[in-house]
């Protein structure tokens, strides 16, 4: 008995460790979300100065009122370092998640305290801004956790996947389209000004295609999720 709850704790302890490293990632892209989307208002909605209207900007918090001249080649460069960092920090949580859920999967123990690793696992984890898995997973009901998975009428398994494909890519486009729109609104302020179009386009090109590297492979991971919930009994 004692050296089975030694096991369980050494289980858990594992576990929790996997959760808490996908954890710092899925921190670290939120973070750069949220920051690019402050950003991204600022852009959208640019606090112009009124007199004259449309050519000067009020910086927030009264600091200063520039010109559009400084403010869109500044924004846009400050947007596209932004671009490539949530690129980036978002890309090592889909490492970090393709690393720790396999590993998940190979513990060597059914239940911890009665829990499934899996199902703790999701627990120890940071919920990511665009995570919408535990909506679809509780409309399974009594099949919602990973022993009773397998019991899970086919019917259900096939609607609550389909409204988590519905629920992601919604997510999936609030998550990447909204910041893609701000950046290109910046993109064709910045473009007016007289400062280097080769700059510009330069800066722009290199965000462009982070951003589209790891956006083609996150909308690949849904799918690929959908398909396994469709066929398979374990969530």
């Not at 576990?15 to 852009?43: E, G, R, T």
């Not at 009124?50 to 009020?58: I, R």
């Not at 965000?207 to 690929?224: E, M, N, R």
Request: charged share 15%; with cysteine; aromatic share 12%.
């Amino acid at each position: 008995m004692g050296n089975e709850i030694a096991d369980q704790n050494n289980v858990a302890d594992a576990v929790k460790h996997l959760a808490d490293a996908a954890s710092i990632q899925i921190k670290a892209a939120n973070k750069m979300w949220l920051i690019i989307v402050a950003i991204s208002l600022i852009a959208l909605f640019p606090p112009t100065d009124t007199n004259p209207p449309a050519v000067n900007v009020e910086l927030p918090f009264g600091l200063a009122t520039v010109s559009n001249h400084q403010f869109y080649p500044i924004l846009f460069g400050l947007m596209s370092v932004l671009m490539v960092a949530l690129t980036s920090s978002f890309a090592q949580a889909l490492r970090a998640h393709f690393l720790t859920i396999p590993a998940v999967k190979n513990i060597k123990s059914n239940t911890i305290a009665g829990i499934h690793p899996q199902d703790l696992f999701d627990m120890f984890r940071d919920v990511s801004v665009n995570r919408v898995a535990p909506i679809a997973q509780i409309l399974r009901g009594k099949y919602q956790f990973s022993d009773e998975s397998e019991n899970c009428p086919q019917w259900r398994r096939v609607v609550t996947a389909i409204y988590y494909l519905i629920l992601k890519l919604i997510a999936w486009g609030v998550y990447w389209i909204l910041p893609a729109y701000a950046y290109f609104v910046a993109y064709q302020k910045a473009i007016e000004t007289d400062f280097s179009h080769c700059v510009i386009n330069s800066a722009g090109i290199i965000s462009v295609t982070a951003l589209l590297f790891v956006a083609i492979i996150d909308i690949g991971s849904v799918f690929k999720t959908f398909i396994f919930l469709v066929k398979n009994k374990n969530t």
